[in-house]
């Protein structure tokens, strides 16, 4: 137990080199497609996460348009909470992203430097085509995600400015004011979930042809 404690001690130390850090994690079993299936399933749960705070956000909104005198600080109260937790959301799915793009070049650009290493043509061919595979299924997928991080930008937007407003704003004028926000929001929130539902759904995909490969 204490020898793995040491090892994962030294590499946290690490963490801020890539290089040095991919290497230690190689001396305890973990390649660099390891790394990146963990990073893709972490990036995912994240999507999921953020979709439901999102979703909650969207709630906690409309929960405010329809609320009547003494209700009205509290459900703004709740809205800011769910605004807050929507942006911490949405900066946890841009560093997912962002850590799964660091791993893949690595792993991309030693796997391309391994192809002269080999003897045999025929395995050095087979090797060149599932490269050539995984960067096309890779750069999908990450189009994909960064597709569906830039939808949450329009969204966060809109909460952060009602939130701003409601802040020194709350009466039922204001409140009323907000009904054309509403079904404009509602329409971006959709579009923004069924962007990330299919961002997870690519990523359950290319976690499983990264896991299938020999």
Sequence with gaps: MSRLLSSLLVLVLLAGCSSAYYGAMEKVGFAKRDILVSRVEKARSAQAEAK???????QAFLAVTRV?????????DELNDRYKASESAAKEVRER???IEEVAGALFEEWGNELGLYSNPELRA?????????????????????RAAAGMDPVLAT????????????NAQ??????????TLQQDVSRLIAGMEQSIREADAFI???SDRP
């Design 97 to 99: 992203i962002d850590a």
């Design 208 to 210: 499983k042809g990264l």
């Design 68 to 76: 009547d005198g003494g209700e009205l600080k509290r459900k703004y």
């Design 174 to 183: 204001a409140v009323r004011s907000l009904d054309t926000t509403s079904r």
């Design 126 to 146: 087979r090797s060149q085509e599932q490269l050539a595979a995984t960067r096309t299924r890779y750069t999908a997928l990450l189009a994909t995600m960064r």
């Design 52 to 58: 439901e705070e999102f979703t909650d956000a969207l």
């Design 159 to 170: 909460y952060r400015d009602q939130v701003l407003f409601l802040k020194h704003n709350l």
